[in-house]
């Protein structure tokens, strides 16, 4: 008796989280311009009990035209005709027992009398593939409908494929919960669709799915659904160089293009990493980059560094190393001998360049620069007289900032939120959390969610002075809402003491633990060539920091990383000495995801 009773009780707990599962399915193309067509969707319940759901429709510019609601009954299918509610893409949402949901097509008689039907899918791409039919003498036409099926704005790459090879490509935008539809001939400019045979369609988020359609006239069709993929941006280089070389920082233009700056054999050079190959372009002698990112149309990169006279400079350029503009923004304190006086960052965002450096005045300074052209539009005053900036990120529309200043006996950490004019429009400030007393430096900053995410340093100290130049690392979280430290959610990075001049890089990842939502994977990068870098996991739980899930130290020194969607590509390098006074390095540039990224 007690086991019917425990079977009872299991078998009621599934029941009863069974019906709280909800998915998701994307309606990627309905046709509501005429009566010629009718699409209908159609839900069968696949085991005996009732689901919820919610229908939502947009027109092509992602507007909400539809919500409904409703109940599927137990055996009951239902058929929802979608032309008359006005929308031509959508999502549907259950919530209950399993569903299995299609879209059918009718065409009328007098035009031909054809139907097709497939099953929806429920997950989003960032690669999504679409195959030809090879029936080209039975078909008169092929063309396809893509819906971005996520909440934001994406750019995409489209290429059309014959054989293998890439025979066209075309890049637009598509906006949130909009779709594009087109004939594959048009859409390329072709003689004929069957001029390719696929077309992949990439973008850097999450949002694609989408349907092949083609026919022999109306009577006739042949639909099919896309195919989502992982995009292959698996890159596994090595080169050697004589000597030393000094690669500064990852910038992405395209899916699979990825750019970086290196100094080696007395000039910087642009280098360009796609697939298993590489490429690069002298920059001369004039420029020391510190920080590489890409402009705000994705089309051309920006370079923050500093010239042989000592100046603060941006250079805008091309993806082949052509200087498209320079400007310089301000003077850098030769005198000193603090690296952090050195440090210039800055961000692309919505035609404006926003950029941060300590001059040499002792000044903290944010200068505002038209992208077209590199004229400074603005400079942002008020500022500490003694910020030093360690970080620019983009983060909802904003430009944030982070740096450290002093304030009497204290060191204050601050991030500083600007929009596209360098307007402040959010402030979090305060005490160090770790060591006030001790000089403080920020290692990484980004925000995600609704929080803003730092790794920083605080000088090793006995409580009456610096005991050496080395800092301790701690990671940490704080609501953006928030104005202060406070109440900072932090983990400390045991065994770790990074020298100033130290980088880290970092992102979230997929969770390695069931008891976390996700990765915070931290990359750190020491000041010295001889130095090794190491890894920490940390488990992040509704958006903080929990505990180290596993730390490793790497057999080479990281000098950039790139986050795509929690796949990270790595440069390193290793250093190797030949004979007493002979070194050649190795660059290394690879992709890590999954168990790599945990175990190497």
């Not at 160090?432 to 995600?448: K, M, Q």
């Not at 430290?485 to 990074?498: K, Q, T």
């Amino acid at each position: 008796m007690k086991k019917n009773i425990f079977f009872i009780l299991i078998a009621s707990t599934f029941l009863f989280s069974f019906r709280v599962m909800a998915d998701v399915y994307y309606l990627p193309h309905i046709h509501a311009t005429s009566d010629v067509w009718e699409t209908y969707l159609v839900v069968d319940p696949v085991l005996s009990g009732g689901s919820y759901y919610k229908l939502t429709l947009y027109d092509d510019s992602g507007n909400v035209t539809t919500t409904q609601t409703g109940t599927i009954n137990n055996n009951s299918e239902l058929r929802v005709s979608l032309r008359p509610l006005g929308g031509t893409c959508g999502m549907f949402v259950t919530k209950g027992y399993p569903v299995r949901v299609r879209l059918a097509y009718v065409a009328k008689d007098s035009s031909g009398g054809g139907t097709a039907e497939f099953p929806l899918e429920t997950e989003l791409s960032r690669q999504s593939l679409f195959t030809l039919s090879n029936y080209y003498d039975k078909l008169t036409w092929s063309g396809f409908a893509l819906f971005n099926g996520s909440d934001r704005d994406v750019s995409i790459e489209a290429k059309g494929m014959k054989d293998g090879g890439v025979v066209v490509t075309k890049s637009f935008d598509l906006g949130a919960h909009s779709k594009v539809v087109d004939y594959f001939d048009h859409f390329f400019g072709l003689n004929s669709f069957t001029d390719i045979d696929s077309v992949v369609f990439s973008t850097d988020y999450p949002a694609l799915t989408g349907i092949v359609i083609s026919g022999k006239d109306n009577d006739k069709l042949l639909f099919s659904a896309s195919r989502n993929t992982t995009p292959d941006q698996s890159i596994n280089n090595e080169e050697y160089f004589n000597g030393f070389i000094y690669p500064i920082g990852l910038a992405r233009l395209s899916p699979d293009e990825y750019f970086t700056l290196n100094f080696h054999d007395g000039s910087e050079y642009l280098r360009k990493i796609f697939g298993q190959s590489f490429d690069e372009f002298d920059l001369g002698t004039h420029l020391w980059g510190e920080d590489l990112v890409a402009s705000s149309d994705g089309e051309n990169l920006l370079v923050f560094g500093t010239d042989d006279t000592g100046k603060f400079v941006v250079r805008k350029i091309s993806p082949s190393g052509e200087t498209l503009w320079q400007t310089e923004v301000g003077d850098v304190d030769t005198n000193s001998s603090d690296l952090d006086d050195g440090n210039i960052v800055g961000q692309a965002i919505n035609g404006s360049v926003i950029t941060a450096f300590h001059d040499n005045s002792n000044q903290g300074v944010i200068r505002v620069l038209d992208e077209s052209t590199g004229a400074v539009t603005d400079t942002e005053t008020g500022l500490p007289s003694n910020a030093k900036f360690y970080s620019a990120f983009l983060y909802n529309g904003k430009v944030g900032l982070a740096f450290v200043y002093e304030s009497g006996s204290k060191y204050l950490l601050e991030f500083l939120f600007v929009d596209k004019n360098g307007n402040q429009v959010k402030q979090i400030v305060g005490n160090s959390p770790a060591s006030p007393d001790c000089e403080n430096v920020i290692f990484t900053a980004f925000g995600s969610g609704d929080y803003v995410y730092a790794c920083f340093g605080a000088a090793v100290s006995d409580g009456s002075g610096i005991l050496f130049r080395d800092f301790s690392v701690y990671a940490m979280a704080v609501p953006y809402s928030s104005t202060n430290f406070a109440n900072p959610s932090i983990v400390y990075l045991p065994d770790l003491y990074l020298s100033k001049g130290s980088k880290i890089f970092s992102g979230f990842s997929q969770s390695f633990s069931t008891d976390a939502d996700e990765s915070w994977v931290i990359f750190t990068s020491p000041q010295y060539v001889s130095q090794l870098s190491s890894k920490y996991i940390i488990e992040i739980k509704n958006q903080l920091p929990q505990s180290i899930y596993k730390s490793q130290d790497l057999p080479y020194r990281i000098l950039g990383v790139y986050d795509v969607m929690g796949m990270f590509l790595i440069e390193a390098e290793q250093l190797q000495q030949l004979d007493g006074s002979t070194f050649r390095t190795k660059l290394i540039e690879k992709t890590l995801i999954g168990d790599n990224l945990l175990n190497y």
